[in-house]
C-alpha cells in the first residue's frame, strides 16, 4: 500500500473558481478525514466519513464547502466559489477500526493538497 | 470539548542538547494524546501516543513523552537533538474509545544548531 495519496499537490486558482481535491486512503481504512491548514496553525478539522457515511462536519466548512465519499473508498472536497481566505493546504488523513491500534484514533496523513486562491 | 496548548510556537536548541516541547491537554474525560511530527512538504506523521496503557510511552527516533494526569500535561523529549529532528511538532488530543476526531494545537517548530 502506497499510503494516503491527494491529487493536486499544488493548486492556484482565480477567486470565485470551483476546486475539487481528490483523497485515497489506505485500502483498509474505513475512516477518512478532511483538515485544513494555514501557516502557522495546527490542522483544523473539517469532516469525517465512515465509510460512506459523513458522520460529522465541521462548523469551519461552509455551504460552498461539500465532500464525498461514494462508495466508501476515495473521497473528494469542492470548494465553490473560492475566496482568497480559502487558501490553505488541505489535508486528508485515514485510519483503521480502533481495536487494531490499541483503540486509539490513528490518522496516517497524505502530503496535502495547496490551495492558492488570486 | 477537547483541547492542547502547546507553549512555544518556536525552539531553538543545540545539536546533541536535550529537546523538550510542551503540550497541556483540556478534557473532561480522560483523553488518548498524540505527538505528530511534519518534515517539510511532507505529511504529518505518527510519532507516539498515549492510551492508558503506561503514562511514560517511547516512540520512533528516539521521542517520549509523559503523561501527567496532575498537571494535565503530555511534554514530548529526546535526550540528544539531532540535525534530523528540525521539524514541526503537534500535539493532538481525542477522546478515550476510539470514532471520534482528533484535535491538534498549533504547533512547535522545532530548530536544530548545530
Known amino acids: 500500500d502506497t499510503g494516503v495519496s491527494q491529487d493536486p499537490r499544488h493548486k492556484i486558482t482565480k477567486r470565485g473558481q470551483n476546486v475539487t481535491f481528490r483523497c485515497d486512503p489506505i485500502s483498509e481504512h474505513n475512516r477518512l478525514y478532511w483538515y485544513r491548514q494555514t501557516l502557522g496553525q495546527g490542522p483544523e478539522f473539517l469532516t469525517y466519513f465512515q465509510n460512506e457515511a459523513q458522520l460529522e462536519k465541521s462548523r469551519l466548512l461552509s455551504d460552498r464547502f461539500s465532500a464525498e465519499r461514494p462508495k466508501g473508498s476515495f473521497s473528494t472536497l469542492e470548494i465553490q466559489r473560492t475566496e482568497q481566505g480559502d487558501s490553505a493546504m488541505y489535508l486528508c488523513?485515514?485510519?483503521?477500526?480502533?481495536?487494531?491500534?490499541?483503540?486509539?484514533?490513528?490518522?496516517?496523513f497524505g502530503a496535502g493538497s495547496r490551495l492558492t486562491v488570486l | 470539548a477537547q483541547s492542547v496548548t502547546q507553549l512555544g510556537s518556536h525552539v531553538s536548541v543545540s545539536e546533541g542538547a536535550l529537546v523538550l516541547l510542551r503540550c497541556n491537554y483540556s478534557s473532561s474525560v480522560p483523553p488518548y494524546l498524540f505527538w505528530y511530527v511534519q518534515y517539510p512538504n511532507q505529511g504529518l506523521q505518527l510519532l507516539l501516543k498515549y492510551t492508558s496503557a503506561a503514562t511514560l510511552v517511547k516512540g520512533i527516533n528516539g521521542f517520549e513523552a509523559e503523561f501527567k494526569k496532575s498537571e494535565t500535561s503530555f511534554h514530548l523529549t529526546k535526550p540528544s537533538a539531532h540535525m534530523s529532528d528540525a521539524a514541526e511538532y503537534f500535539c493532538a488530543v481525542t477522546p478515550s474509545g476510539g470514532y471520534q476526531k482528533v484535535t491538534f494545537g498549533t504547533g512547535t517548530k522545532l530548530q536544530v544548531i548545530p
Open positions: 488523513a485515514s485510519s483503521s477500526p480502533t481495536h487494531l491500534t490499541s483503540g486509539a484514533n490513528v490518522l496516517t
